[in-house]
């Protein structure tokens, strides 16, 4: 029987009709309202950190904290290159260069015993993605940073919730984002957050994301910004999410207990959780033995059984704008090939977790093609 299984969908619950209707109702539907500071304050709150600043979206807060930490044409930034496109994007934006660090194959984390070969004169922040949901190794990267005295961008898209040895991602880094996608852990429809420990940080994030305006003198505006604002609905969604953040997360830890369960007991590779972390697994995934099944286990999924899924992130280094010859990161390329994301949300119940798991323990014991 064909069932329709969605990679993902958001769980709308809690408050959100009457967050939503109370901004309507007031007519508080644009970039101003109560919800945008509710949200902002409940949020640092939640993650442990000074001061948090609500934004239009995940890659915008990205660039937001490169502007702050001002990095700009001449510098070089430390990046994964098995993560999502938008977390390498904004470091041309600014104009820097983005130099590449393969994954480890444990974690698929960066691989922070790769970092400082490639760091150089020209080195001024390192950005990690927790990615996945899986927390980088924190003290490893944080001494490194110090070492050579380099600001930490944490890009935390994919990993509200996740720990690093007790403690929130999020709050290593000199400046944090996060993004509130409708695919993300919670959502806000489309959004993002900087956050930051440092008042003078913050205080710069806030004026490029206004437009540059002066916080003294109305529509006097002290550099070129952007506008990068949330709107109050946004926020309000955002707020009704956080309240239920607790419930969404430990949904997630039975739906990624259920399938590691099930493929330990079929043989199936998967992305296991390290010692030391909690793994929020905003996508649960597992390994092929090849591109080619992969890509065949993705098409049997879909057309025979309706169940959606993503294959893992290509490394961004072998995108035609970055790709350079010889330049090679074999983990992350071999990772970006196998992989597949699941079914990962968080109301999936048990028994379509089994079901999913069965139909591909077959396929890949069997090794098929489609």
Not at 44 to 60: D, E, L, Q
Request: proline share 3%; glycine share 8%; charged share 20%.
């Amino acid at each position: 029987m064909k069932i329709k299984i969605p990679v993902y969908e958001p769980l709308l619950i809690g408050s959100v009709k009457k967050y939503v209707n109370d901004c309507i109702n007031t007519s508080w539907i644009s970039s101003r309202g109560k919800y945008i500071n509710a949200f902002e304050e409940k949020f640092g709150s939640y993650i442990g950190v000074k001061n948090s600043v609500a934004v239009s979206n995940g890659t915008v807060a990205l660039h937001l904290a490169l502007l702050a930490l001002d990095i700009k044409e001449g510098d070089e930034v430390i990046v994964p290159t098995l993560t999502y496109i938008a977390t390498v994007n904004p470091v041309k934006f600014v104009g820097a260069t983005p130099v590449f660090v393969d994954a480890r194959r444990d974690t698929w984390q960066i691989d922070y015993e790769k970092i400082e070969q490639r760091i150089s004169s020209k080195t001024k922040a390192i950005i990690i993605t927790h990615l996945y949901g899986h927390p980088c190794e924190m003290d490893q990267i944080m001494h490194i940073c110090k070492k050579y005295n380099l600001y930490l961008i944490e890009d935390c898209a994919e990993a509200l919730g996740s720990k690093y040895k007790g403690v929130h991602v999020g709050t290593f880094g000199d400046i944090s984002t996060f993004s509130f996608y409708g695919n993300k852990t919670i959502t806000t429809g489309e959004g993002g957050m900087v956050v930051t420990n440092n008042d003078k940080l913050k205080d710069k994030i806030f004026l490029y994301k206004m437009q540059g305006v002066s916080s003294t003198k109305r529509y006097w505006h002290e550099v070129i910004g952007y506008n990068y604002k949330m709107t109050n609905i946004c926020a309000a969604i955002g707020l009704a999410q956080l309240e239920k953040v607790k419930m969404i997360l430990d949904m997630k830890k039975n739906v990624a207990k259920w399938y590691s369960d099930s493929f330990d007991q079929l043989g199936i590779d998967y992305h296991k959780s390290q010692k030391s972390v909690f793994n929020s697994y905003w996508m649960f995934s597992v390994l092929t033995g090849s591109n080619k099944q992969r890509n065949s286990l993705q098409d049997y999924l879909l057309k025979r059984y309706g169940i959606e899924t993503r294959p893992t992130f290509y490394p961004v280094h072998t995108m035609p704008m970055y790709y350079k010859k010889n330049n090679s990161f074999p983990i992350s390329e071999d990772i970006g090939l196998r992989g597949v994301n699941l079914p990962s949300s968080a109301n999936l119940s048990k028994k379509k977790v089994e079901y999913i798991s069965r139909i591909i323990g077959t396929f890949i014991k069997g090794k098929k093609t489609y």
